[in-house]
């Protein structure tokens, strides 16, 4: 058994046995902080306690990243949490300074990890670990490389014996992005790609400059800028800011310098037209790499992570690739999947696993009908409650005649998708139903699209695809013959980025059959349970606080239907 954790930004636990991910979870479930950067305790005991193991009986802790940044955080816990998380999060004030804050990041972010820094870590996580319970002596803590880790996330989950692997990030360990063959249960990286050329960097001041939060509102850039009129292929100077040759990436201008014209670019443009600018250069630039990497290694399958790789108009555009055949995105893609692949890569060195495919990410924290009646009963003077033992039917049922219905079932989600299991549910094919969720309940973007989950039986009305995505890591044309049927859940460009599932998750597929059954469309609107800017609910206590502030009036969790008094 290996102890997999992340505690950096969007910090996060895992427990992989015999090369298999059992338990993941991030830290801002439990903390209620989005993007939660402090050393996830919580997630660390709920791994432990899904597993009734105590700290003792692990042998084998695997962490990810030791660059300065990492380093020193470990030891200044208030740097990373009262300095730049509140800063990053916009809940303080804007700094004068936030122009040269970013800057003094990015340019350190070019130093390495190094023997200095490693030593640093360890003495700092032990001193944690200590206090948590576990034996020092007898438990090995093992270091692993930032985009290592990416890469094993990417590789050890996609069920492929060979693949290309690239990782695309803003910046860790001194790199931004890797190439790497994966193949014989090793991962041998073959290019990397330094931080001053960051194409993770490039998007995180578009985000920054359009005056959203960087690493959290790069969604938002990539939703808006369908929204553009203009035509950048002709005329998008962003597509002079780098040079792909091969497998290598190129800045053509200093970190300052192109910091400077992007805020003069913005200055003249709309930001949906900037926004467009940036999201064709991304994808511009990424489909070349990718191009020309499967080119170099020979192999057509590809595996992506990192940060960039959760943008799914570029994880499209790299699939359209002649080039590629496959194409697996690890869903935790992020740096909350660090975790993961820190565990996983440990294990194929210690214990020579293999890649497995991945099959769902129910991997967290689930309530017995007995828990969750118990805390219904705290709030009996707010809502009410009663058994209901088809609880998808009714749900399928309600849905079906426009009803919103927010669904707390079974393990929650690792990841950033909520997969149905953590989920609100509506109508794919309501546009009122769609704008009561942006504007009452979720209170979100306005031209921030939903997802659809759709059963794989469906999938072929709505898709031309062969192979279907499981996670929502991947975007799809919709075919025009469905538009009417997933108007609630397609971007302005008729794009949708769907769940579709095979008997992954039984009585989640049990309620979109009933819609089914009652519409003729085996297809619902699926969004994250949250409000907007807070994590993904968590525990029967998250979601009731979470339907009160909404004032949504049907939920069911486990085997219980909700409704406000």
């Not at 058994?1 to 992340?6: E, T, V």
């Not at 108009?313 to 869903?331: A, E, G, Q, T, W």
């Not at 980025?497 to 989640?508: G, M």
């Not at 059954?517 to 699926?526: F, P, S």
Request: glycine share 4%.
């Amino acid at each position: 058994m290996i102890l997999g954790i992340w505690d950096g930004h969007e910090s996060s636990a895992c427990l992989v046995n015999k090369g298999k991910l059992i338990a993941a979870v991030s830290e801002e479930r439990f903390t209620r902080r989005k993007l939660e950067p402090l050393f996830p305790v919580n997630s660390i005991r709920y791994c432990l306690k899904s597993q009734n193991l105590k700290p003792n009986e692990i042998y084998h802790i695997a962490i990810s990243t030791s660059d300065w940044s990492v380093t020193l955080s470990r030891s200044l816990s208030w740097l990373k949490n009262d300095f730049w998380y509140k800063r990053r999060r916009h809940l303080t004030n804007k700094p004068i300074t936030w122009d040269l804050d970013l800057q003094i990041l990015n340019q350190t972010g070019k130093i390495k990890s190094n023997s200095m820094f490693r030593k640093i870590s360890k003495f700092a996580i032990k001193k944690i670990l200590l206090n948590l319970g576990f034996n020092m002596k007898k438990t090995k803590i093992h270091l692993v490389d930032h985009h290592t880790a990416h890469a094993a996330s990417a590789y050890f989950t996609s069920g492929l014996k060979k693949a290309t692997c690239v990782t695309l990030d803003a910046l860790g360990d001194g790199y931004s992005s890797t190439i790497s063959i994966c193949e014989n249960n090793e991962i041998k990286t073959i290019a990397r790609n330094k931080t001053k050329d960051s194409l993770g960097l490039f998007f995180q001041e578009v985000t920054s400059i359009m005056g959203l939060r960087i690493l959290e509102d790069e969604g938002k850039v990539m939703a808006l800028s369908d929204y553009a009129y203009v035509d950048n292929k002709k005329n998008n100077p962003m597509l002079n800011y780098f040079t792909v040759h091969g497998t290598k990436i190129t800045s053509n201008f200093s970190l300052l310098k192109r910091y400077q014209m992007q805020k003069n670019l913005h200055w003249r443009n709309k930001s949906e037209n900037f926004a467009h600018m940036a999201q064709d250069a991304l994808e511009h630039f990424t489909t070349k790499l990718v191009d020309n990497s499967v080119k170099k290694t020979g192999i057509k399958d590809v595996v992506l992570a990192g940060g960039i790789a959760s943008n799914i108009k570029m994880n499209m555009k790299i699939r359209d690739l002649n080039s590629v055949n496959k194409c697996h995105i690890f869903p935790a893609m992020v740096d909350t999947g660090l975790s993961a692949g820190a565990a996983l890569y440990v294990s194929n060195k210690i214990l020579g696993t293999k890649p497995y495919q991945l099959k769902n990410v129910y991997l967290g924290p689930e309530y017995s009908n007995t828990e969750i009646k118990k805390t219904l009963q705290k709030y009996k003077d707010k809502i009410n409650f009663t058994k209901d033992n088809d609880s998808s039917n009714h749900a399928g049922e309600l849905i079906s005649n426009n009803k919103i219905v927010f669904n707390h079932q079974g393990k929650m989600e690792f990841g950033p998708r909520a997969l149905g299991n953590r989920s609100i549910l509506a109508s794919a094919s309501s546009i009122e139903v769609k704008n009561l969720l942006n504007t009452r309940i979720k209170k979100r973007s306005w031209f921030q699209p939903f997802c659809p989950s759709l059963l794989e039986k469906e999938a072929t009305k709505f898709v031309n695809e062969k192979e279907y995505n499981r996670f929502m890591t991947m975007g799809y044309m919709l075919k025009k013959s469905s538009v009417d049927h997933a108007r609630s859940t397609m971007n302005v460009d008729k794009s949708i980025r769907p769940q579709i599932l095979h008997n992954e998750n039984p009585r989640y597929e049990k309620l979109i059959k009933r819609v089914k059954k009652e519409t003729g469309q085996g297809i619902v609107l699926n969004t994250s349970f949250n409000i907007h800017g807070e994590p993904i609910v968590n525990s029967p206590k998250d979601a009731i606080n979470t339907m009160l502030n909404s004032k949504a009036k049907n939920m069911f969790i486990g085997d219980y239907y909700v409704q406000l008094k």
